[in-house]
């Protein structure tokens, strides 16, 4: 079944780890998105790919860093974690442009 | 660029009951969808309505384009209602999704 998987699902780590957020998709879409939401709060995008190799910055800024080596994998990392960065991502692909959207089910994050 | 508000922000209702969420938006829209965010955090597309009227099964959606609003209807409320409802325009630029703060929708037995 086509679909969009983020893991872990729920993360607490230490300030100053480095951590990855995965993301795969079986749908084929060369859109993914990652956005991050505070609780109950509207969705601001981080990161953007159109495809493989393609990787640009959304409107809030991010201390994150995104790669796209593959069209079904693109991972989010943080290079050293703040308790600022606490805060759920959400990845999301879509295949009809800014329709078609689908999502994954979020990774929460808390960094103590 | 465009802004998304919404309205309520909160809103308690008795299972049965009809409710209105609003969606107001600051320029003209080409894409624009509602969301449902269940208490887990699922987001699941419900509609896109740039304009007109849709309906699925006890939702509807209706966008007056010319007057700069959506509504979403939910009638004869379900706990499995609960959640976070968003509306959100499409950029055709970036395909990024611009969503409005959400109005959360509360469905008490």
């Known amino acids: 079944e086509a679909d969009i998987y983020q893991t872990p699902r729920y993360l607490v780590i230490g300030t100053g780890k480095k951590i990855t957020l995965e993301c795969s998709q079986t749908?084929?879409?060369?859109?993914m998105y990652w956005y991050q939401q505070d609780p109950g709060m509207e969705l601001h995008l981080i990161h953007y790919?159109?495809?493989?190799?393609?990787?640009e910055k959304g409107d809030l800024s991010s201390e994150s860093t995104v790669s796209r080596i593959r069209t079904e994998h693109f991972p989010l990392t943080l290079e050293s974690a703040r308790p600022s960065h606490t805060s759920q991502y959400l990845c999301?692909?879509?295949?009809?442009?800014?329709?078609?959207?689908?999502f994954g089910s979020g990774t929460r994050l808390t960094v103590v | 660029g465009i802004q998304v508000e919404q309205s309520p922000p909160d809103l308690i209702l008795q299972e049965g009951a009809n409710s209105t969420l609003r969606c107001n938006f600051s320029?003209?829209?080409?894409?624009l969808q509602w969301f449902h965010q269940n208490p887990w955090g699922q987001l699941i597309n419900l509609f896109y309505?740039?304009?007109?009227?849709k309906q699925n099964g006890r939702l509807s959606a209706t966008t007056v384009a010319t007057e700069r609003y959506s509504l979403l209807y939910i009638s004869s409320s379900q706990t499995t209602d609960s959640g976070v409802y968003f509306c959100?325009?499409?950029?055709?630029?970036?395909?990024?999704?611009?969503w409005g703060a959400g109005t959360k929708l509360i469905i008490k037995p």
């Open positions: 959100a325009e499409g950029l055709d630029s970036n395909y990024q999704l611009i």
């Open positions: 320029d003209s829209v080409n894409n």
């Open positions: 309505i740039p304009s007109g009227t």
């Open positions: 749908m084929g879409h060369d859109k």
């Open positions: 790919s159109y495809g493989v190799n393609s990787t």
């Open positions: 999301a692909s879509s295949g009809q442009g800014p329709l078609g959207y689908t």
